[in-house]
């Protein structure tokens, strides 16, 4: 798996962000994160500073200021001087020049002049003319810059490694005095360059471009006045080990550069050997690792891993992880079968369990009270109406069905007879028995009977139990005059709940 690791010099340090008011903002990256500017705005004037960080957080660097009318035991003559509040009545170096607004004062920064001092400069670096602390705050009281030679101020880069030196700033250097000298040494320290600085003349400010590296230490050999600012540097990075700075490669086409990191591709992961780096490739969950370089479930087959076809909005209602489009649907209506009602807990949608009634609630979930598997609404009573060989008057019906915890009500026609009997066999039908005498017609059922006697309209009631349910048995009904009885025709009988 890829991952990103952010240089140790990205970040200043805590103690110096506390002392130095650093803002999450004021420490943002370039463009190019390996490039930076000491510009000493950050810092206070009066500060002798051992050692500085770029306006983005890169360092730290080294610095120390010697010359020689302060003597050997000062550990650090170079000090911070603010130009846009001279100080030490040394309005020379004040920036920008009085005909641009600011405070400055000399000819060669005026408006017109070659060297005009036409933009603010703000905090800069000079060698102090004194390091006087009356108040001891750590600051030197009236900051002022010293016109001396055989001095230097040296900025050591070793805590990089090394860097490539871009360009560097100047304000006030005279034109009678020697030009300073600017030399660079590489990390095995010998000499790479010097540069003869320019003599911009009083309050004039120049800038030179030096583009030359790896540099570990860079030294300003000063020979008169004057102050430094806008050091701008780069940390030396050479992936290709072709002895030009990355950037470079990057910047001239040499080398491509496809994510804009300023580190040439040739020297980035590319796990697939596709010749794109893995940070251009693909990477649809963000893992660092491309999606060609990685086993994934693709339930679907469309190329691309399962989670980020979620991730781009397909439906995953139960949250496993896999597009609801693989998942079951036993009856196709597009939700997942673990996104269905299932009143029963069995796995099983209720759409696609059994519901005999049609309700829309699995049989499963319904009211069954003999624990039959047949929910109580669907054990309805039945009723079928028998008559042999068609002997028997057909005048026996019935009213209401057997239900159970019901009164069944029945209807004999009494037919100008005396009463009526409704007869109750537990053993069932049994073909048509042709009896003679007394009792006239067929008999449809087998004895023993349990008899109700009436008038024509019978109420018998069923007990509540589901124990009823299912119970089947044969009814037959008759009428009688003294000494004679007609039998009627039968109705088989199923008890249910309704």
């Not at 004057?226 to 001239?252: E, H, M, P, T």
Request: charge should be negative; aromatic fraction near 6%.
């Amino acid at each position: 798996m890829k991952t990103f690791t952010r240089p140790i010099f990205r970040t200043v340090p805590t103690f110096l962000t506390a002392f130095l008011g650093l803002t999450a903002s004021s420490a943002a990256l370039q463009v190019n994160p390996c490039q930076d500017t000491i510009t000493f705005e950050l810092l206070p004037a009066g500060l002798q500073p051992a050692q500085v960080f770029g306006q983005n957080g890169i360092g730290p660097i080294g610095v120390k200021g010697t010359h020689p009318l302060l003597g050997g035991g000062v550990p650090n003559a170079a000090v911070v001087f603010d130009s846009s509040a001279p100080t030490g009545g040394d309005p020379d170096l004040g920036s920008p020049n009085e005909t641009f607004g600011g405070p400055g004062i000399g000819l060669a920064g005026e408006l017109g002049s070659p060297f005009q001092n036409a933009v603010a400069l703000g905090k800069i670096l000079v060698l102090a003319e004194n390091l006087v602390d009356a108040n001891n705050d750590g600051l030197v009281d009236d900051p002022d810059d010293a016109n001396v030679v055989n001095a230097s101020i040296e900025f050591d880069f070793t805590a990089l490694g090394s860097v490539y030196i871009e360009q560097i700033t100047m304000i006030d250097i005279e034109t009678t005095q020697n030009p300073t000298r600017f030399r660079l040494f590489d990390p095995q320290g010998a000499m790479l360059q010097t540069v003869f600085l320019p003599r911009p003349g009083n309050n004039g400010v120049a800038t030179v471009t030096i583009n030359n590296g790896p540099v570990a230490r860079a030294v300003l050999f000063i020979e008169g006045s004057g102050g430094y600012d806008n050091l701008r540097f780069q940390v030396w990075k050479d992936c290709n080990a072709n002895g030009v700075l990355d950037s470079i490669d990057v910047g001239s086409g040499a080398s491509a550069d496809c994510n804009g990191d300023f580190v040439p591709d040739e020297c980035q992961p590319d796990c697939d050997a596709d010749g794109l780096i893995d940070a251009c490739e693909a990477d649809c969950n963000m893992d660092g690792t491309p999606d060609d370089c990685q086993a994934f479930v693709d339930c679907n087959s469309n190329g691309i891993p399962d989670e980020c076809d979620i991730a781009d909005g397909k439906n995953d209602c139960d949250g496993n992880g896999i597009p609801d489009s693989c998942d079951p649907d036993c009856d196709s209506d597009g939700v997942p079968d673990t996104c269905e009602p299932d009143c029963d807990v069995d796995g099983i949608p209720d759409d696609c369990e059994a519901d005999c009634d049609g309700d829309s609630l699995p049989d499963d979930c319904e009211d069954d009270c003999n624990a039959n598997g047949t929910p109580d609404d669907c054990e309805g009573s039945t009723s079928t109406t028998r008559n042999g060989t068609d002997v028997n008057p057909v005048s026996y019906t019935q009213v209401t069905p057997p239900a159970i915890g019901t009164n069944w009500l029945l209807a004999v026609d009494l037919a100008g007879n005396t009463a009526s009997i409704v007869a109750i066999s537990l053993t069932g039908p049994t073909p048509g028995v042709l009896l003679n005498g007394a009792i006239q017609g067929e008999l449809l059922g087998l004895p023993p009977f349990a008899t109700d006697a009436d008038f024509g309209n019978h109420s018998i009631p069923i007990p509540g139990s589901c124990s009823l349910i299912g119970l089947s048995f044969t009814t037959l009904g008759a009428v009688f005059s003294p000494g004679t009885v007609t039998l009627y025709n039968a109705i088989d009988i199923v008890v249910g709940t309704f």
